[in-house]
């Protein structure tokens, strides 16, 4: 019964992997033979996971593509290995959460996208953590109450939009 077992799950396996099979890789390198990137084509388009890489063999970058199309998170490194942003795509737009990081690993801005514009909020933030500023975007434009930080948590400003447009300032003096 074991062998059945197992060869059930080979053939499930290998009918699973068929995609990834069918896929031609594509690697350029660097002029020294380090790899400077590679792709997954299926069908003449991109398919899978692509990556690029730093000279020095890090990872760069990495996503997800469906024919053709970005779909899925996007990462970026930085020449040290350090994650700098996530952007998450669907069908070649952005769709869902951003996140971009400080040096330190701490994040530095995140927002949401909806159909490849900024939609909701938005949060900045200092390499300490610190809140600095957040507001709402409405289909790309910035619209409401927008608060602005010093990096010491104080209430520097409060700004309101309307349809992209600055209407109004007050200063503030509270501490968050």
Same mark, same amino acid.
């Given at each position: 019964?074991?062998?059945?077992? *197992? ?5 499930? +396996? %290998? ?5 990834? %099979?069918?896929?031609?890789?594509? &690697? ?16 003449? !388009?991109? @398919? ?7 000279? @020095?063999?890090?990872?760069? *970058?990495?996503?997800?593509?469906? @024919? ?20 998450? /795509?669907?069908?070649?737009?952005? @769709?869902? #959460?951003? #996140? ?5 690993? &701490?994040?530095?801005? !995140? %927002?949401? +996208?909806? $159909?490849? =514009? ?9 390499? $300490? *953590?610190?809140?600095?500023?957040? *507001? ?10 927008? /608060?602005?930080? #010093? =990096? !010491?948590?104080?209430? &520097? +400003?409060? $700004? ?12 503030? #003096?509270? =501490?968050?």
């Amino acid at each position: 019964m074991k062998k059945i077992g *197992g060869i059930v799950v080979s053939i499930f +396996f %290998c009918v699973a992997m068929a995609d990834v %099979c069918e896929a031609e890789v594509i &690697r350029f390198f660097y002029p020294g033979g380090g790899i400077r990137s590679e792709y997954m084509l299926k069908d003449g !388009q991109l @398919n899978g996971l692509s990556k690029k890489y730093f000279e @020095n063999g890090t990872l760069m *970058g990495e996503e997800s593509y469906i @024919n053709g199309k970005l779909d899925g998170m996007m990462k970026r490194y930085d020449e040290k290995g350090t994650l700098r942003a996530e952007v998450a /795509y669907v069908a070649g737009k952005r @769709n869902g #959460t951003a #996140t971009l990081y400080h040096e330190n690993g &701490r994040i530095k801005a !995140q %927002c949401r +996208f909806k $159909d490849g =514009e900024v939609d909701g909020t938005v949060k900045v933030f200092s390499p $300490d *953590g610190v809140l600095l500023g957040e *507001g709402m975007f409405v289909n790309g434009v910035r619209e409401g109450t927008t /608060y602005l930080y #010093t =990096e !010491q948590g104080k209430l &520097r +400003f409060i $700004d309101v939009y309307k349809a992209g447009r600055r209407v109004s300032r007050k200063t503030g #003096t509270s =501490e968050r």
